[in-house]
């Protein structure tokens, strides 16, 4: 053997060597390459140039976040956006979680018949739900005429002023956002640990109160997850419904293109993002804390 042919193979030995065995895994892997590449250019690259546009258009680096903090008008939108936020998001909650507790416990045909209750408006378009709450509440519209009619008011309700008709239509088109986690979660329950909890001795308050909200708790902040952060962009019934009171997503609207400031509309959208980063990353450490350490959404 020569001296070459011997050091060939050590190469290729070595080469060998650095090879890492083909795993299902590593497979798998690859599987995600293309999604990641669309999701780097329709998503990141975008927020990246709206944060940078941010700090453009004006004298200093953060003159539009300056501008934003001292208008007390912008800042009235911007607290206003995250109330209406807030308010959607507990109004779903309650009203979501007995009725996801209901469908939860039904079978066979029922079930169908209520699964296709919630999931029809769901397929059903924003617009057209939106239209149709303004048949609803506008001032001589079904619910003034019926109210009136029976003699309950006596002038119209000025429902599509003051916010008031659109926070009514987004809880109803965001109900099936909250319930949908939530059922999810409650038909995964057992119910022999709630006969167990009966059979301990637990009265029906203690056995919802100590064994299924826990247990439900995963299905609760999903929903609520959900419902708030949509909340926070929605844009087409504020737009129809919103009155006199505007949300964050009809002013950047506004700024974009009637005004056509697009760094203050970036500057406003990077805000609402930073602040729904932080809310998240809060509420994620409360739900760990609460869950005794687990991350939220896992059950023990």
């Given at each position: ?17 650095r090879?890492?065995?083909?795993t299902?895994?590593?497979g798998?892997?690859?599987l995600?390459l ?5 999701l ?13 546009q ?10 539009q ?12 939108v911007?607290?206003?956006t ?7 998001t507990l109004?779903t ?5 007995p ?9 066979g045909?029922l ?16 617009v057209?739900r939106t ?13 003034n ?43 995964g329950?057992?119910?022999t640990?709630?006969?167990a909890?009966?059979?301990?001795g ?5 056995q ?11 299905g609760?902040?999903?929903?609520s997850?959900l419902?708030?952060i ?26 974009a ?12 959208a ?12 809060v ?18």
């Amino acid at each position: 053997m020569t001296l070459q042919h011997g050091a060939r193979l050590a190469a290729d030995g070595r080469g060998h060597a650095r090879q890492r065995p083909w795993t299902p895994g590593r497979g798998n892997a690859l599987l995600l390459l293309l999604p990641l590449a669309l999701l780097a250019a329709f998503f990141v690259l975008p927020l990246a140039v709206v944060v940078a546009q941010s700090f453009s258009g004006s004298a200093t680096l953060f003159g539009q976040y300056a501008a934003i903090l001292t208008n007390q008008a912008t800042l009235a939108v911007v607290i206003y956006t995250f109330w209406t936020a807030l308010l959607v998001t507990l109004a779903t909650l309650v009203l979501g979680y007995p009725v996801a507790f209901m469908v939860s416990r039904a079978s066979g045909g029922l079930l169908h018949l209520c699964l296709a209750l919630v999931l029809v408006p769901f397929w059903t378009s924003t617009v057209i739900r939106t239209y149709a709450w303004i048949v609803i509440l506008q001032r001589r519209g079904v619910l003034n005429d019926m109210l009136i009619g029976t003699g309950l008011i006596d002038r119209p309700l000025k429902l599509m002023t003051d916010g008031v008709g659109m926070q009514i239509a987004m809880i109803h088109i965001m109900l099936p956002f909250m319930i949908l986690p939530l059922l999810n979660a409650m038909r995964g329950i057992d119910g022999t640990v709630l006969r167990a909890a009966a059979v301990l001795g637990a009265n029906p308050w203690r056995q919802f109160v100590h064994v299924y909200l826990p247990l439900s708790m995963s299905g609760v902040s999903a929903g609520s997850v959900l419902v708030f952060i949509s909340s926070l962009g929605f844009y087409i019934t504020p737009a129809l419904l919103g009155g006199q009171r505007t949300m964050i997503a009809v002013l950047i609207e506004q700024q974009a293109s009637r005004l056509l400031d697009w760094p203050l509309a970036s500057a406003l959208a990077t805000i609402v993002l930073a602040l729904t980063c932080v809310l998240f990353v809060v509420y994620e450490r409360a739900a760990t804390r609460l869950a005794g350490g687990r991350p939220s959404g896992e059950v023990a």
